[in-house]
């Protein structure tokens, strides 16, 4: 009787290390950026932060317990790394009514219906974060302002910087953009409070090689050149570069959403496509849409043609030279 090979779902990693223990690096490389949101945002958002990992955790247990009857996932982390990322997406004071709905979104619809693991074609975080954003777009865009244990005097609530772009100008917005935007912004969610901290958990993925540096760099590239051929046109209409790069979502879509081993390619040069076809949707969105920023949007998009991406730029074989 031949042997059986058992193949389990994608990711496969050429590597000793596991499923836990890469996500226990990416935890670690989100830490700066959770500490500085908890400094920044107190109580509020320890609560967020708590209630999205566990509502992920326990939404991943039940649905492997009760309905896919097979041994609980919940021990590689993914769950965990899931929540923290549906977390930095979401406004500090969000009702925790609307955390456990995104959960069950992002671990229930996104990735448990597709297999788990592995299998699903969508980031999980980002599907909960924009069907919460169609759905609750009151709650979703008012941001709280920074008032935690570190106190920021400057700060107010309800609108991001992005979102001042509309109200103020382009010119005025631009304005309020300076060197302390990387240790710190004027409103947002936690992963747009710090995009220092966040770049120092990208760093350690590279160091780790636990991402490869493809994907990021070709959306900061994208939008750079974009913002900057814009902001040279018409200065007053539109935002120059360091402001694109610095305020919204970008930082963490770019370094923790974007490279998600299972819905990126697996090519690089097909990363650098992918990461382009990010920034281009990203800038067109900020640029010339009803929504002040894109980023989410521009990723689930492009989740959709990775398959193709994947058929146009061939991975080598192994063993082939």
Same mark, same amino acid.
């Given at each position: 009787m031949a042997d059986s090979y058992i193949v389990s779902g994608n990711p496969h990693w050429h590597a000793p290390v596991s499923t836990r223990k890469i996500m226990l690096d990416v935890i670690i490389a989100l830490s700066p950026a959770v500490i500085?949101?908890?400094?920044?945002?107190?109580?509020?958002?320890?609560?967020?932060?708590?209630?999205?990992? $566990?509502?992920? @955790?326990?939404?991943?247990?039940?649905?492997?317990?009760?309905?896919? +009857?097979?041994?609980? =996932? *919940?021990?590689?982390?993914?769950?965990?790394?899931?929540?923290i990322l549906l977390a930095m997406t979401l406004p500090a004071d969000m009702p925790w009514w609307i955390v456990l709905i995104g959960a069950l979104v992002s671990i229930g619809v996104a990735k448990m219906t597709f297999g788990g693991i592995g299998q699903n074609i969508f980031n999980p975080a980002i599907v909960g974060r924009v069907f919460l954003l169609i759905s609750f777009p009151a709650q979703m865009t008012t941001w709280p302002a920074p008032n935690g244990f570190i106190k920021n005097v400057d700060a107010f609530s309800g609108a991001t910087l992005l979102q001042q772009v509309q109200l103020l100008g382009a010119d005025k917005a631009e304005a309020l953009v300076n060197f302390g935007t990387l240790f710190e912004n004027i409103g947002g969610?936690?992963?747009?409070?710090?995009?220092? $901290?966040?770049? @120092?958990?990208?760093?350690?993925?590279?160091?780790?090689?636990?991402? +490869?540096?493809?994907? =990021? *760099?070709?959306?900061?590239?994208t939008v750079a050149i974009i913002a900057g051929i814009f902001h040279s046109v018409d200065p007053m209409t539109y935002t120059g570069p360091i402001f694109n790069l610095l305020t919204g979502g970008i930082i963490l879509g770019s370094c923790f959403m974007a490279n998600d081993y299972v819905t990126s390619p697996m090519n690089d040069w097909g990363g650098v496509i992918y990461g382009f076809g990010i920034g281009f949707i990203l800038m067109m969105i900020r640029y010339f849409g009803s929504y002040p920023e894109g980023m989410a949007f521009a990723i689930l998009i492009m989740n959709m043609t990775v398959p193709l991406i994947n058929r146009a730029f061939h991975q080598r074989k192994y063993g082939r030279k």
């Open positions: 500085v949101s908890f400094l920044f945002y107190g109580w509020s958002e320890i609560f967020v932060m708590l209630e999205s990992i $566990a509502f992920c @955790v326990l939404t991943e247990w039940a649905i492997t317990k009760f309905l896919m +009857k097979k041994p609980s =996932t *919940i021990g590689d982390l993914s769950a965990v790394v899931t929540g969610s936690a992963g747009e409070i710090s995009a220092l $901290a966040l770049l @120092v958990g990208w760093i350690y993925l590279l160091c780790r090689k636990v991402v +490869k540096p493809w994907i =990021t *760099i070709s959306i900061f590239a």
